[in-house]
């Protein structure tokens, strides 16, 4: 596929096996129209072209190598795409109960409680009303539980990953991902950033909250010249659930 110059989009990164089993991949880096317009620095790539492209074609067009990226290509990207972090407003009391009174039911039972008051038959009118609140109340209840339960365990995952710079493993804040981070995860590890695999051994992953699928995934290295679809991509929010791995950065939390 032939893009026009400065106009390939996001890539994602995929890794080949390690002598020790581990997987590799690369984080993609968040674009906006201005970005896309500018000529590839620090290998932005679409997805579907990425899904296509070999290892070492991908690496090259990241601006990366399996060493991992420099101090000055670090501060570069970092300068260019900003930080690898969702911007999450925190759940009000208010914001919860209004996005519950926001549905079909609760409209249509009000109409009906409204009707009913109007044409005086005030039991009917109680009992619909009664049945508007315990529905509105319930729901409120529940998500906001849900939402203080989220930010709870936000606070208790880690929030830095191993990546290779320098040719050296470091840990660094999520945050601080790049594009063209060479990632390392293990089992249990959540992805941080879209990736592509360059190495990895017996890799499961589990989609289940991007795609509701409850079955871990296969993930392997891509062959040259081979088409294997999301095979060799993890997905940002995904979990590692069996296997390690490297990979080359392709895209920030958006």
């Not at 039911?105 to 409204?114: E, K, Q, R, S």
Request: hydrophobic share 45%.
């Amino acid at each position: 596929m032939n893009w026009a110059p400065g106009d390939a989009p996001e890539v994602h990164l995929q890794f080949e096996e390690s002598r020790d089993g581990m997987i590799l991949g690369t984080m993609r880096a968040r674009t906006d129209r201005t970005s896309r317009h500018q000529p590839n620095q620090g290998g932005i790539v679409e997805e579907a072209v990425a899904a296509v492209t070999a290892p070492a074609k991908l690496l090259e067009q990241l601006d990366c190598s399996e060493v991992g990226l420099t101090g000055k290509q670090v501060a570069e990207r970092r300068a260019q795409y900003g930080a690898n972090a969702l911007t999450r407003e925190r759940a009000t009391a208010l914001g919860v109960l209004v996005r519950q009174l926001r549905s079909a039911l609760i409209y249509f039972l009000m109409a009906a409680a409204v009707l009913a008051f109007a044409t005086n038959d005030l039991s009917d009118g109680l009992i619909i009303t009664i049945i508007l609140l315990i529905n509105a109340g319930l729901g409120f209840s529940q998500e906001y539980r849900s939402e203080r339960a989220v930010e709870k365990l936000a606070l208790l995952i880690s929030d830095k990953v191993l990546v290779k710079r320098d040719g050296a493993g470091v840990l660094v804040e999520i945050a601080e991902l790049v594009p063209g981070d060479i990632v390392i995860l293990k089992e249990g590890d959540i992805v941080p950033a879209d990736i592509k695999l360059l190495e990895a051994d017996n890799v499961e992953v589990d989609e289940s909250q991007l795609t509701g699928e409850s079955v871990p995934v296969a993930k392997a290295v891509q062959l040259d010249g081979a088409n294997d679809g999301d095979t060799s991509l993890l997905f940002t929010g995904s979990t590692v659930d069996n296997g390690e791995l490297t990979g080359g950065g392709l895209r920030h939390r958006q």
